[in-house]
């Protein structure tokens, strides 16, 4: 290894895992100084984004698990830093930073009025900072924007109780500023909206709900169209991508929410009921369940792409060791009490 020249070994390593380039750390100082690197770090996240490689599937229910996209076979626990908060997380080309969105909101004894506070964090000035207020009422508390085109996507109203037709609005992560999102032109608006992405192009979902009566929970769906944003920002651009409609082998559902193409790009993994995973057949139109080990009963699914960047918050670390040590503070202070107590009985 040592005889091959310094490009090459820095084009292999850039195509392996994340772990195993963690390791790979100890080899030698050279290499952990490449590793480590800001050049290094964008060029591999650069080859996972290009090639689909290091994709895996974010599960969450009261905790985090993590599975490999193409793997599929079993779901592995994860720390969880974020707790359920609303948020996004995405990269700022302009001004090459990686930032984090944490959105708060409030609302006020007028079941129509609330208010947010929204804080943006980024990793190259390591600090926090307070943006003006969201001010659209979120949708759905499920606790991340969905990134595409270096912008995070929320499904929003103007108000809780507002009878307004849901739009979508972007926050940019490069002017930190908010926009709506053009929407085509359906020919029937009553449906539930939702948004995705799929390999970076940004998804919408429209659910048409069945108006039969005594349809019940998990069997309201009358049918999914996905829709897919070709080119970013521009109306004209949707395009009806597939149509999921309840079968024999998919049965009814109350939602399907699209995650992923599949190896082969001629099959879509889709989040059915937050119970399961099916793969759809964009050609043959037919779908099959997908058995993944370790998977919880109810869940939530992201797909992630496994990255050496890197969020060093000292101010988070440093709010967590205080904790710790009030929290060292109060049991020694338990204990010592407790041990008075006790002597004063023997006694």
Not at 14 to 21: C, G, S
Not at 35 to 62: A, Q, W, Y
Not at 166 to 189: G, H, M, N, S
Request: net charge negative; glycine share 6%.
């Amino acid at each position: 290894m040592a005889r091959l020249p310094w490009d090459l070994i820095v084009d292999i390593l850039r195509r392996l895992p994340v772990k195993d380039l963690l390791r790979y750390r100890c080899v030698s100082k050279p290499w952990c100084s490449l590793i480590d690197g800001p050049d290094f770090i964008k060029k591999h996240l650069s080859h996972s984004m290009e090639t689909f490689s290091n994709t895996g599937i974010v599960l969450r229910d009261c905790d985090l698990r993590w599975v490999d996209l193409y793997a599929l076979d079993s779901a592995v626990k994860l720390s969880d830093p974020m707790g359920y908060i609303i948020f996004g997380f995405g990269y700022d080309p302009i001004n090459d930073d990686y930032k984090l969105v944490r959105m708060v909101q409030f609302f006020g004894r007028d079941s129509d009025s609330f208010d947010s506070e929204v804080k943006v964090y980024s990793a190259k000035s390591n600090t926090w900072k307070r943006i003006s207020d969201f001010p659209y009422y979120l949708c759905y508390k499920r606790g991340y924007g969905v990134l595409a085109s270096n912008a995070l996507h929320w499904v929003v109203s103007q108000t809780p109780e507002s009878d307004i037709s849901k739009f979508i609005v972007a926050f940019d992560l490069v002017t930190e500023e908010y926009r709506e999102v053009p929407q085509p032109d359906y020919v029937d608006e009553d449906f539930h909206m939702n948004v995705e992405v799929l390999r970076g192009s940004l998804c919408m979902l429209c659910n048409y709900v069945s108006d039969d009566p005594e349809a019940g929970w998990g069997s309201r769906s009358h049918h999914v169209d996905i829709w897919v944003m070709t080119e970013y920002g521009v109306k004209e651009s949707w395009t009806k991508m597939f149509t999921v409609v309840p079968s024999d082998a998919i049965g009814s559902f109350d939602h399907v929410l699209p995650l992923a193409y599949l190896k082969t790009g001629d099959e879509v993994l889709l989040n059915h009921n937050g119970k399961k995973f099916i793969s759809y057949d964009l050609e043959t139109k037919e779908a099959k369940n997908v058995i993944i080990t370790g998977v919880p009963d109810y869940l939530e699914a992201y797909i992630c792409v496994e990255s050496l960047v890197g969020l060093n918050d000292s101010d988070m670390e440093i709010s967590w060791k205080q904790g710790c040590e009030t929290r060292k503070k109060k049991n020694n202070q338990r204990q010592r009490k407790k041990k008075r107590q006790s002597s004063g009985k023997k006694r």
